[in-house]
């Protein structure tokens, strides 16, 4: 079993990795967070989420997406997001907001994840909207 604490370094070089030691998963097997070789369906579905629910009360979540982002961090979980969902994220950056049904108003969650561009600057915003969006529910 192979954990973020046994980890002798981070997948990219990190400038500023205290941070990785506040994270949530640190000492959790690094297999929930990167995909195994072949995996796929139903069953990467699965690890996904779990390694994401790990993610979402976490300290240094934003440090942690912004990294992923600024880093191009090409697999795993980074900050809540699969390399799916970044992938999702860079390309809609600069895209309109998407209008919600009620009477054409953007909803903030969607403003914020539509309008939302890998600059660190705007990804504490994302990370705080998916949070109340979480809390919401």
């Not at 500023?16 to 195994?36: K, L, V, Y």
């Not at 697999?75 to 809609?92: A, F, P, Q, V």
Request: proline share 7%; glycine share 6%; aromatic share 6%.
């Amino acid at each position: 079993m192979n954990t973020f604490a046994s980890r002798p370094t981070a997948p990219t070089p990190v400038s500023a990795s205290d941070w990785q030691d506040r994270g949530s998963c640190r000492g959790t097997d690094t297999d929930m967070f990167f995909s195994p070789e072949g995996e796929r369906g139903h069953a990467r579905a699965r690890r996904e989420r779990a390694a994401k629910q790990i993610c979402q009360d976490c300290p240094v979540l934003t440090e942690c997406r912004t990294h992923a982002f600024t880093a191009a961090e090409p697999y795993g979980i980074w900050g809540g997001l699969s390399e799916t969902d970044r992938n999702r994220h860079r390309r809609r950056a600069g895209r309109a907001p998407r209008q919600s049904r009620d009477h054409g108003a953007t909803t903030r969650a969607h403003a914020v994840e539509r309008s939302e561009s890998t600059s660190p600057v705007t990804l504490p915003t994302l990370a705080e909207s998916s949070r109340s969006v979480r809390s919401a529910k």
